[in-house]
């Protein structure tokens, strides 16, 4: 599902009629660790990214298990660049514009989980290996939230910034 800045977001109009955006901060895995406790996370980062978590709503409310929605060809758009380092800005801000219009704003320090906690949550029972992604949650202002819903349309371009990293372009076919 993972494809670069600047490359096709597919529809995948055949399979869902509800695909969504939501820009994240993502953090990568710098070194192999398992039971790592929260006070230890930092040491096995080895940077951040951006990833656009692109959602199929109508595959995530079907099933149980959200892998569909979240897994379809072309769904996790990632980079352009990852910025070199274990320990965050005091935080990130992070917005997503949809064709222009800014549609989410906010910052790191809202998010539910802290960074050290969701690595130390996943990495209960799961190795971490170097070069692992963990998408760490995304602002308000995703398409679904909207009345009527705002889904992606063949054209959109995409845009998702965040501070000291950059951004992440794609558009949809």
Known sequence: SVIACGEEIDLHAGVTSQPDYEGELAVVIGQRGTNIAEED????I???TIINDVT?????KR???WLLGKSLDTFCPMGPYILV???????FEVQTCIN??????GKTEDLIFSIPNLIATISSGITLEPGDIISTGTP???????RPPRFLQSGDEIAITISSIGT?????K
């Open 140 to 146: 308000k202002g995703v398409g679904m939230g909207f």
């Open 85 to 91: 380092g274990n320990h965050a800005p005091q935080y």
């Open 41 to 44: 996370a930092w040491d096995y």
């Open 168 to 172: 992440l372009e794609n558009t949809v």
């Open 100 to 105: 222009g219009e800014l549609r989410q704003s």
């Open 46 to 48: 080895f940077g951040y």
């Open 56 to 60: 199929a709503r109508d595959l995530q």
């Open 63 to 65: 099933h149980s298990q």
